[in-house]
């Protein structure tokens, strides 16, 4: 391989790389979610709102994510084993479920409701299927985000769109999921975000 080759498949492996951490479920979901409570709402609930869920599931998922790489529990923030992952769901699911019954209490509108609720459902379903296959939770929430952005308003869609689309070719690029489980956590994601943003 020449210089030239190396140094392209360099740059093209740094740039993989970045787009996975900026599309990382737990960066995508947290920007998405500001967006939509700050777009949908009234000030006053959004600032009631914002730091609930930060409290209650934002932090909590990040100290479980982080935590469990640096005492070992996991190989990395993306909690990449699948054996991994029977561990981790478990531990995931219940931040969910409080998420949730903070937001009743503050009888957050149903858009928002319905969005917690699909997400839980979703992460449940994960759990399931991670018997059979490590499907791609990056794909997922990134293309359950960008439909639920569309509705949002249609540049915030795009722009989430294109990364969604591009953090599909990194997450294949680095070996970290084949096709089909990028496909799978690809339709799950698109199904959540129909069922949450345009469902009558």
């Known amino acids: 391989?020449?210089?030239?080759?190396?140094?392209?498949?360099?740059?093209?492996?740094?740039?993989?790389?970045?787009?996975?951490?900026?599309?990382?479920?737990?960066?995508?979901?947290?920007?998405?979610?500001?967006?939509?409570?700050?777009?949908?709402?009234?000030?006053r609930d959004a600032l009631s709102i914002l730091p609930v869920l930060f409290v209650s599931v934002i932090l909590p998922m990040a100290l479980l994510l982080f935590?469990?790489?640096?005492?070992?529990?996991?190989?990395?923030?993306?909690?990449?084993?699948?054996?991994?992952?029977?561990?981790?769901?478990?531990?995931?699911?219940?931040?969910?479920?409080?998420?949730?019954?903070?937001?009743?209490?503050?009888?957050?509108?149903?858009?928002?409701?319905?969005?917690?609720?699909?997400?839980?459902?979703?992460?449940?379903?994960a759990a399931i299927l991670?018997?059979?296959?490590?499907?791609?939770?990056?794909?997922?929430?990134?293309?359950?985000c960008s439909v639920i952005l569309f509705r949002i308003h249609p540049l915030f869609g795009g722009v989430a769109c294109a990364l969604a689309i591009t953090l599909f070719w990194s997450r294949l690029y680095l070996q970290r999921h084949d096709l089909a489980e990028m496909l799978t956590g690809t339709l799950l994601g698109l199904g959540g975000g129909i069922v949450t943003a345009w469902w009558p």
């Not at 740039?15 to 979610?33: E, Q």
């Not at 699948?82 to 478990?90: D, I, L, Q, S």
């Not at 991670?130 to 359950?144: D, M, P, T």
Request: without cysteine.
């Open 1 to 43: 391989m020449s210089d030239f080759s190396k140094s392209l498949v360099k740059s093209a492996t740094q740039f993989a790389r970045a787009v996975s951490w900026m599309g990382h479920p737990l960066v995508f979901v947290t920007v998405s979610v500001g967006i939509v409570v700050v777009s949908r709402l009234a000030r």
């Open 67 to 125: 935590g469990g790489v640096r005492s070992g529990r996991w190989s990395d923030a993306d909690v990449s084993e699948r054996t991994e992952r029977k561990r981790f769901y478990p531990a995931a699911i219940p931040l969910l479920g409080i998420g949730i019954v903070a937001l009743w209490s503050l009888r957050a509108s149903n858009f928002v409701l319905r969005g917690a609720l699909v997400t839980f459902a979703l992460f449940i379903l």
């Open 130 to 144: 991670n018997f059979r296959i490590k499907l791609s939770l990056h794909a997922l929430f990134a293309f359950y």
